[in-house]
């Protein structure tokens, strides 16, 4: 039972608590002046976006327990302003930690990448053609090089290849960079190598980077170069089953890092691997994600090599592979069927706008895909985005809308504002990744995966505050100009896991 009570302390200052799991103002123990090491108190300004269309800026402080390690808000208190006044009407003990954030910064709920490709990152603004030749020139080489010693990134090497290393590398900097630009979860796509998707996951956890993290399973020996394919079903199936291993030993609640099933897209796989990699989800309970109506090649493409099936997302389907635990990113070119069909069993699309702009493979209709249902989310899909910061991807996000809007006779319901475009990245990736309820605010039960954005020193961050702005104001500036600099601190679970 979680119980909400709410106490008037006088000059409008209130506690809103949930008394789940602790209840502090019962608790004896609450009436010892020893503060809990595990409690911290964050005090300052909170901005974030409970709906779609509200841009939600409060002030007060937010009691934070790590006590069984999750680090989740226990209980908030609007319009308290020192350190005092939020230890007092939080009930927290004397001497606990208050984090507070500077006058010129605020909270936000830390971003969710719903799409993401780890071992393309050293490719991040390297493109040819649209996505099928890309795949093959730049793509297929990359991520083959961080397991095989053989691959043709190495044709030319003057010294020994060591793939696991360049996986330590470049996997460290991808988790150290999208920390830098406040993504505290990721769904990840890492390579069909295990040694290296076990490190991904490993690195994960270590930095404190909440992630899902996929082996790409490629076991279609017709469309995956030999370099940089699984042997057979049985192989994929087998090598995921090590990864998924692997992830929970070393995260056994899921919490931080979990295995999220990874069939790469249709064309990669066969019809006996993904049945095989449904019922393993099914199984396991696990989340899921593929690649899905990206390209107008690929659709046809996939037409071709499932004629059985009524169209892109119902290969998925007919599979087993569209559940509410699944991701399927881009989405650009799903017919009216198709929508209804990925809304119908509940699962979610990642909206991916800087990649499908850079690759030249449309503008996805998210208005249509909102408003038939089905649940959106951000991803960058780094190295098909030009970056692997979501808040670069929201500002795209608006703009490739408001060219859709335009295009559609300037249907203005068509475009995706600024408040929206921030729902997405947060609330909507929540939703994407199976956390609803858990990560994209600030509400009692929430976990503390939070950045803390600095404004207003113009000599060393990119958004210029003039002093006279509004917060809202502030807010649509730094959307527009912001970028890492202005990222002070991340916490994922409560712990610090990034600051400037
Ligand atoms: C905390 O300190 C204040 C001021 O010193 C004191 O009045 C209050 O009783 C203390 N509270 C607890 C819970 O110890
Ligand atoms: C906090 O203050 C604002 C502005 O005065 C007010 O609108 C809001 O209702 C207050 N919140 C609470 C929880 O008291
Ligand atoms: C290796 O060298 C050949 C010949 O110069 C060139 O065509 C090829 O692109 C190079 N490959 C790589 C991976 O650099
Ligand atoms: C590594 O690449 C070579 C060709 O470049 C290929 O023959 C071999 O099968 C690949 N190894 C693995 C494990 O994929
Ligand atoms: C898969 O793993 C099982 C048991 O670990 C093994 O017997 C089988 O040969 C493996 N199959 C392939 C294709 O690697
Ligand atoms: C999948 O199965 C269908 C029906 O048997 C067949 O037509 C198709 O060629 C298969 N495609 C792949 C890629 O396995
Ligand atoms: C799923 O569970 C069923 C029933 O326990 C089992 O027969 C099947 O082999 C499992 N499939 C996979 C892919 O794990
Ligand atoms: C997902 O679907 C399953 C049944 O397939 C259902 O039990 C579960 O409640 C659903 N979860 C959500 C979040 O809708
Ligand atoms: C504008 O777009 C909305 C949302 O897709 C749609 O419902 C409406 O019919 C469109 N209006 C016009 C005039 O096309
Ligand atoms: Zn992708």
Redesign the pocket.
Known sequence: MVSIF?LVLGL???V?ASAHPPNYHSSPDRLTSRANAGEQIFLGRFISTPTPDELLI???AVLVSSADGRGVINAVA??VSSPAAAITALGAANGTTVVTSNDQGFFFPGFIDGHIHAPQYPNLGLFAGTLLDWLQAYTFPMESSLGNASSPMYANSTTTPDPFARAQAVYAHVIDKTLSYGTTSAAYYATVDVPATNLLASLALQKGQRAYIGRTCMDNQEYNPEYYRDESPEDALNKTLATIKHIQDIDPSGELVAPIITPRFAPAVTNQSMTMLAELANNMSLRIQAHADENVGEVKLVAEMYPESSSYVGVYDDHGLLTNRTILAHGVHMTDAEIALVAARGAGVAHCPASNSALGSGICHVRKLIDAGVTVGLGTDAAGGYSASVLETARQAFLVSRLLSFQEGQNASLSVPVTEVLYLGTMGGAKLTGMEGRLGGFAPGMLWDVQEIQLGNWETEPVDIFGWENWHDRVHKWVWNGDDRNVNRVWVGGRLVHQK
């Open positions: 709410t409008g200052c209130a809103i409060q002030q007060g609007w319009n």
